[in-house]
C-alpha cells in the first residue's frame, strides 16, 4: 500500500472530496472540468462534474493554491448540481476550497465567521433580508481531505462563496448590492468620492451589473461621510447607514485584530438600495497572525483608527454612547474570552491531530507552522480582549451621549468656556475631528521651544467648603493628538487637577497624560475616584503642554463622586 492509499483509507475523520481531471492551464481566470466525489462522514455520496479554477487575490503567490468550485450534473455544465452539505446551509452548487496556507490551524476564518454570525443575531434593528439570509450573511464551511487525480492536498476547508445565495439576494431586484474594496487608497478610505466599480476601487459581488441608482446610492454615501461633521453626521446617518452593523464590523474588526479589513476587503451591502451596511468576510489575518502567515502582530495594536477608513472613524466619534455599550453587552457574552477559546477548541479537536500533521507531511513549508496553534490563540485571545477593554474605556470610556462639549463642575454647578485662564498660546477653536464639529474646543500649538515650559489653561477654581471634610473627585476629557507637530519622548500633553490650601500653596495634584503615538483620533483621559487631601480648600482642572504640540481638548468634566457621571453640556 503507498502513501496515497493510506491517507484516503486513514484519515476519515472529515469528508473526502475527490477530483480527477487535466488541470494543466488552470489558472485565476481560467477554469477546467473535473469530475468529482464528494464522501461524506454521514455516509452520503454525491458524485458529478465541477469547474475548477484559482481563487483569491494575494494568496496566489502560495503554493498551495485556493479554488472556486461549481459543480453540476453534466460533463457539458448544463445543469446545476444543487445541494446543502450540511442540514443548516443553502442549497448552492458555488464553493470555495480554501487551503488556509497562511493558518496552520485552518480555523480562523470560519469560526471567525460564527462568532460575527453571533454578534448579529443579538444585534437590534437587523434587516429582514438579512435575517432571512443563511448564517446572517457570513461564510459557513467545514474541513475536508483533498484529492486531486489520486494525490492528497492535504487539507482544505470546503466553504461558501461570496455570491447572492450568502447575501440572500434577489437576481431580478434592482435595488440590492454587495461591493467589496479591491484597493487601499483614499476612495476605498472614504476620503474622495469618485469610486470606480471596475476593480480599481471597489469590485461589485452582486449583481453582475450595477445599475445607475445603485452606484448614486454609493456616491451618496461618500458624499455624505466626506462633508458631514460628526454632529451632522448623527442627526442624518440613519438616511444612509445601517449604524448598528458599521458599529459591530468595527469592534470586532479590533477585538480580532484583523488588520486586513478595514479598508480593503472591506464588505458594502444593500437591500433598499439606500441604505448601507458592513459585512466583514476575509477573517484570517486575526488573533495576532500577519496576512502572510509568516510573523505574529503586538496584540496591543490600537486599531481605532481603522486605517483611515472616514466611514468607520466618524460612525464610532459620532456614537460613542452606543459604541461603549453595544461593547461591553458582548463583552459579557459572546465576546468573553472562554467562548471565542472554547469556539476554536471545537473546530480544531473536529479536525483531529491526523489530519494536521498529514497537511504538514504534505506541505512542510507551511509558514505558521511555528507560530499558532491553541496555545498561542488561547493567548493571543485573552491578552486582545484585555487591551480592547482599555482602548474601549481610553476612546470612548463612560459612553458620553452625543452632546455639546462645555466644563461641567457637577449636576447643580456648571462653568462655561469664558471661566478659562490661558498661560501660552492657547485659543478657542471648532474642529472636524473633535466628537462636535462647531462646537467650541480649547486648543494650544507650541513649536520649537529650546526649553521646557509648561503651558496650560486652567479652570476658574472650585471653592472646597470644608478643607476637613476631603471629598472624592473624578476627573476626565477628551484629547485629540494632532498630526501637524512631531513630537518626542520629552514633549508632554496632558490634563490635571490641583489641589490648593487657603493660601494658594499646592499640596498635590493628579496627571493624566496623552497617547502621543495615538494621532488624530480622540483618547478619553480620566482619574476616578481621587480621594482629596487634607487642608484643601481649592481644586483646579488644568490642560497642560510642555515643549511642542498641537492638540485640542473637549468634555473637560469634574464631579465630586466616585467616578465620572454622564456629561451634559451647560446649555
Known amino acids: 500500500m503507498d502513501n496515497t492509499d493510506y491517507m484516503v483509507t486513514s484519515l476519515n475523520k472529515v469528508p473526502t472530496l475527490t477530483l480527477v481531471g487535466d488541470i494543466q492551464g488552470m489558472s485565476h481566470d481560467v477554469y477546467k ?15 458529478g462534474f465541477a469547474k475548477l479554477k484559482w481563487q483569491g487575490d494575494g494568496s496566489l503567490q502560495w503554493v498551495k493554491k485556493n ?117 487601499y487608497n483614499d476612495t476605498t478610505r472614504f476620503i474622495t468620492a469618485n469610486p470606480k466599480f471596475d476593480g480599481t476601487d471597489f469590485t461589485v459581488e452582486f449583481p453582475d451589473i450595477m445599475t445607475d441608482s445603485i452606484k448614486n446610492s454609493f456616491i451618496n454615501l461618500m458624499n455624505f461621510v466626506n462633508v458631514s461633521n460628526p454632529s451632522a453626521f448623527r442627526a442624518d446617518q440613519d438616511q444612509y447607514l445601517d449604524v ?88 459579557t457574552g459572546i465576546l468573553r474570552a472562554d467562548n471565542i477559546i472554547n469556539a476554536f477548541k471545537n473546530f480544531m479537536k473536529h479536525v483531529g491531530e491526523t489530519q494536521y500533521e498529514n497537511d504538514l507531511d504534505i506541505w512542510p513549508s507551511l509558514p505558521s507552522q511555528s507560530l499558532t496553534g491553541m496555545a498561542q490563540l488561547q493567548y493571543a485571545i485573552y491578552k486582545r480582549l484585555e487591551v480592547v477593554d482599555q482602548q474601549i474605556e481610553k476612546h470612548f470610556g463612560g459612553g458620553r451621549s452625543f452632546i455639546t462639549p462645555n466644563y461641567v463642575k457637577n449636576s447643580d454647578a456648571k462653568f462655561d ?56 473627585v473624578s476627573f476626565g476629557g477628551k484629547i485629540l493628538v494632532s498630526s501637524g507637530v512631531s513630537l518626542t519622548d520629552e514633549d508632554f500633553i496632558g490634563i490635571s487637577i490641583r489641589f490648593r490650601d487657603s493660601n494658594q500653596k499646592e499640596i498635590s495634584n493628579v496627571t493624566v497624560a496623552a497617547d502621543k503615538t495615538l494621532i488624530d483620533f480622540p483618547q478619553m483621559l480620566k482619574a476616578e475616584n481621587i480621594k482629596t487631601p487634607q487642608g484643601t480648600s481649592w481644586i483646579q482642572f488644568e490642560f497642560n503642554f510642555s515643549r511642542n504640540g498641537h492638540a485640542i481638548l473637549t468634555q473637560p468634566q469634574l464631579n465630586f463622586t466616585p467616578t465620572l457621571g454622564q456629561y451634559s453640556s451647560c446649555d
Not at 500577519?290 to 502582530?297: A, E, I, P, V
Not at 485662564?421 to 520649537?448: A, D, H
Request: glycine content about 6%; proline content about 2%.
Open 67 to 183: 479554488f472556486k468550485l461549481k459543480t453540476y450534473v453534466d460533463d457539458s455544465c448544463q445543469t446545476k448540481l444543487k445541494f446543502k452539505p450540511l442540514a443548516d446551509w443553502a442549497s448552492n452548487n458555488e464553493f470555495n476550497l480554501k487551503a488556509n496556507y497562511m493558518d496552520l490551524t485552518h480555523a480562523r476564518n470560519i469560526t471567525n465567521a460564527k462568532l460575527f454570525a453571533r454578534m448579529t443575531a443579538t444585534r437590534s434593528n437587523v434587516d429582514e433580508t438579512l435575517l432571512h439570509s443563511i448564517n446572517f450573511s457570513q461564510i459557513q464551511g467545514f474541513p475536508i481531505h483533498l484529492l486531486v487525480n489520486g494525490k492528497s492536498q492535504g487539507l482544505y476547508t470546503l466553504n461558501t462563496g461570496k455570491n447572492s445565495i450568502l447575501f440572500n439576494m434577489d437576481k431580478s431586484s434592482l435595488t440590492q448590492a454587495s461591493v467589496e474594496a479591491a484597493q
Open 33 to 47: 472540468l473535473l469530475s468529482f466525489n464528494l464522501n461524506f462522514m454521514d455516509g452520503r455520496v454525491l458524485q
Open 417 to 472: 468656556l469664558t471661566d478659562w485662564k490661558t498661560v501660552g498660546t492657547f485659543y478657542r477653536t471648532s474642529f472636524s475631528t473633535s466628537i462636535n464639529n462647531g462646537s467650541m474646543g480649547i486648543g494650544c500649538w507650541t513649536t520649537g521651544l529650546k526649553e521646557n515650559t509648561w503651558s496650560h489653561i486652567e479652570s476658574k477654581q472650585i471653592l472646597i467648603q470644608g478643607p476637613n471634610d476631603c471629598p472624592v
Open 244 to 331: 448598528n452593523s458599521v458599529i459591530d464590523f468595527g469592534l470586532f474588526s479590533n477585538v480580532i485584530e484583523d488588520t486586513d479589513m478595514n479598508v480593503k476587503n472591506a464588505m458594502y451591502v444593500t437591500y433598499d438600495g439606500k441604505k448601507w451596511m458592513m459585512v466583514p468576510y476575509d477573517l484570517d489575518t486575526s488573533w495576532a497572525l500577519q496576512w502572510d502567515g509568516k510573523s505574529l502582530q503586538n496584540v496591543d495594536q490600537d486599531l481605532f483608527n481603522f486605517q483611515g477608513n472616514q466611514l468607520l472613524q466618524k460612525t464610532f466619534e459620532s456614537n460613542q454612547d452606543l459604541v461603549y455599550r453595544r461593547y461591553h453587552d458582548l463583552r
